[in-house]
């Protein structure tokens, strides 16, 4: 079957099978990926992906907005906002004004966010490198590089239709 089916009038009509679609297997693999590894920082720490991305985040960078964190954690801005927000009253997260902007705030961890970071950094390494197990390792830089090549093209097409917001 060549993934054509017939219509009301007897034509040939296109068909989409989610299953061997490149957009729909990768965004498995990512939510699937996701919850795996959120299970582990959840048991640990209570968190969920937006609070967990933005410990890291803010863990690697240091300080930033709100708006920075979303843009490189391809994030919509209110996942962010929540999540900063029960971050905050964890006091996993410290806010400090801009006072050239007072609609935005400098984000930081914590001392006591960066205790929950370090701890969860050795965790999600173990974790990253369980995933890749069953790639043999001279493999490992070719999907490296096919997953750089498909985020640059991704990219390119989201400037091309000025595609929607982050989720």
């Known amino acids: 079957m060549d993934g054509r089916s017939v ?18 297997r990768l965004n498995v693999l990512a939510s699937t990926v996701s919850q795996a590894l959120s299970g582990l920082y ?64 400098f ?11 370090d701890d969860l950094v050795p965790v999600a390494l173990d974790f990253e490198q369980s995933l890749l197990r069953g790639i043999a390792t001279g493999d490992r830089g070719d999907i490296d590089a096919l997953i750089g090549r498909l ?4 990219e390119a097409l989201l400037a091309e239709t000025g595609g929607g917001e982050p989720e």
């Open 151 to 154: 985020i640059a093209r991704a």
């Open 42 to 105: 959840a048991r640990r720490y209570g968190f969920g992906i937006p609070e967990w991305r933005i410990i890291a985040t803010l863990g690697q960078f240091g300080t930033m907005t709100a708006k920075d964190i979303g843009g490189h954690s391809h994030m919509h801005k209110t996942k962010v906002s929540r999540a900063v927000a029960s971050l905050t009253r964890r006091k996993l997260v410290t806010r400090r004004a801009n006072r050239q902007d007072l609609r935005e705030s």
């Open 7 to 24: 219509d009301d009038r007897g034509e040939g009509v296109r068909k989409l099978e989610l299953e061997g679609f490149l957009p729909y």
């Open 107 to 117: 984000l930081a961890l914590s001392p006591d966010g960066r205790a929950v970071y």
